[in-house]
Every structure is written in structure tokens, then in C-alpha cells.
Nanobody, 121 residues
Framework: QVQITESGGDLVQAGGSLRLSCVASGSVFRIYDMSWYRQARRQERELVAT???????NYADSVKGRFTISGDSAKNSVYLQMDRMKPDDTAVYYC???????????????WGRGTQVTVSA
């Protein structure tokens, strides 16, 4: 099994910065992609940023130019640098790995429990 642990959530003022970290532990055989999602109160969970081990990266339009995803597949880690933050960025941020735990298993989506990010006006 794969365990996902996020960290770095905090309270920050608008215009400030925050860096989230995520690590996958346990049995990780192959990573297909690493992503950050977020879910604000009373809203659907949405994709924030995603990257593949080969370096293909995509961002939600709402965070382009402000957030940067990076990762180290060898360390099973992914990061989200958030700059020029806005109150609308307030949400629980979830890390997701699309990965297979062993050579005989196909990939699955593995989720962390989330970390709270709050941006004050």
C-alpha cells in the first residue's frame, strides 16, 4: 500500500507565500503522475497542478503564474510553491499520487488526508 502525507498548510496573509510538501511512503513501485488538489468549503474538489516524472506540468487557470509544482520521483516527493496568494486560495489541499504499489498491480489513485491553507484578506 501507498501512504501519502502532506505538510505545510498554515494561515498566511493575502500576497504572501506558502510551500506545501508531500511524500509517498510504503510500497511505491512506479509513479505515473503527482498532483495537488484543493477543496474549499461547500465546493467540489478541484485540480490545482499536476506533473509527470518526465516533467510534463499542467496548472489550473486560477493559479497559473502564481503556483509552482515541483517534485522528485526518486524521493517520492512533490511540492507546491504558492506565491501572491489570494483569499480565494483558502482550502484544504490534498496531495495525490497516481502510482502502482508493485509490478503486478495496475496504478491507482492514492490520497493524503489534506492540509489546511487559509489566506486572510
Amino acid at each position: 500500500q501507498v501512504q501519502i502525507t502532506e505538510s505545510g498548510g498554515d494561515l498566511v496573509q493575502a500576497g504572501g507565500s506558502l510551500r506545501l510538501s508531500c511524500v509517498a511512503s510504503g510500497s511505491v513501485f512506479r509513479i505515473y503522475d503527482m498532483s495537488w488538489y484543493r477543496q474549499a468549503r461547500r465546493q467540489e474538489r478541484e485540480l490545482v497542478a499536476t506533473m509527470t516524472p518526465s516533467g510534463t506540468i499542467n496548472y489550473a487557470d486560477s493559479v497559473k503564474g502564481r503556483f509552482t509544482i515541483s517534485g522528485d520521483s526518486a524521493k517520492n516527493s512533490v511540492y507546491l510553491q504558492m506565491d501572491r496568494m489570494k483569499p480565494d486560495d483558502t482550502a484544504v489541499y490534498y496531495c495525490n499520487f497516481y502510482a502502482s504499489p508493485d509490478p503486478r498491480s495496475g496504478p491507482d489513485f492514492w490520497w493524503g488526508r489534506g492540509t489546511q491553507v487559509t489566506v486572510s484578506a
